[in-house]
């Protein structure tokens, strides 16, 4: 019985561990959660076009468990093609890693901890978040203040 016991208890710690981490999209403001998208690979990105400079910009982050518990977003790289107000220009920007420009493209690649995401949506700017091969227009809410929290599953 004992080994039974173990053995159910092994096999639901792996279906825990298994679980798709998420991504809950909430209004920030209002705290009303809009969406829950699942992040198979515990990596995704936001695209826009940047208000100032008008060109694209991606930014890459991904799902980390902290000893300490819990999930957090590590931000890992921008990728933009101009500079603009609020991007980053030098190369000891805090967090970075490195900073590149190849193929016409600025690189920073860093290692940043975001205590909380929160994006300021503007249908002008085609606001996108990206993940596997999903592709979420955060633009079809109003426009305004989202907050992304990590979550370890999505509930329905």
Same mark, same amino acid.
């Given at each position: 019985?004992?080994?039974?016991?173990?053995?159910?208890?092994?096999?639901?710690?792996?279906?825990?561990?298994?679980?798709?981490?998420?991504?809950?999209?909430?209004?920030?403001?209002?705290?009303?959660?809009?969406?829950?998208?699942?992040?198979?690979?515990?990596?995704?990105?936001?695209?826009?076009?940047?208000?100032?400079?008008?060109?694209?910009?991606?930014?890459?982050?991904?799902?980390?468990?902290?000893?300490?518990?819990?999930?957090?977003?590590?931000?890992?790289?921008?990728?933009?093609?101009?500079?603009?107000?609020?991007?980053?220009?030098?190369?000891?920007?805090?967090?970075?890693?490195?900073?590149?420009?190849?193929?016409?493209?600025?690189?920073?690649?860093?290692? %940043?901890?975001?205590?909380?995401?929160?994006? %300021?949506?503007?249908?002008?700017?085609?606001?996108?978040?990206?993940?596997?091969?999903?592709?979420?227009?955060?633009?079809?809410?109003?426009?305004?203040?989202?907050?992304?929290?990590?979550?370890?599953?999505?509930?329905?």
């Amino acid at each position: 019985m004992n080994k039974l016991v173990l053995l159910l208890a092994g096999a639901f710690a792996l279906a825990g561990n298994l679980q798709a981490a998420g991504l809950e999209i909430s209004h920030y403001r209002e705290g009303r959660l809009l969406a829950c998208i699942s992040v198979a690979d515990k990596e995704f990105e936001l695209s826009f076009i940047h208000s100032v400079s008008l060109t694209p910009v991606k930014d890459y982050y991904r799902l980390v468990e902290p000893a300490t518990g819990g999930l957090t977003i590590n931000q890992t790289a921008e990728v933009f093609i101009a500079h603009g107000q609020g991007l980053p220009s030098l190369v000891n920007e805090p967090d970075a890693k490195s900073f590149k420009h190849r193929n016409g493209q600025f690189i920073l690649e860093m290692d %940043r901890d975001i205590g909380q995401l929160i994006v %300021r949506t503007d249908r002008r700017f085609k606001n996108r978040l990206h993940t596997g091969n999903k592709n979420i227009n955060l633009n079809q809410w109003p426009d305004g203040g989202l907050l992304i929290s990590p979550v370890f599953n999505c509930q329905p």
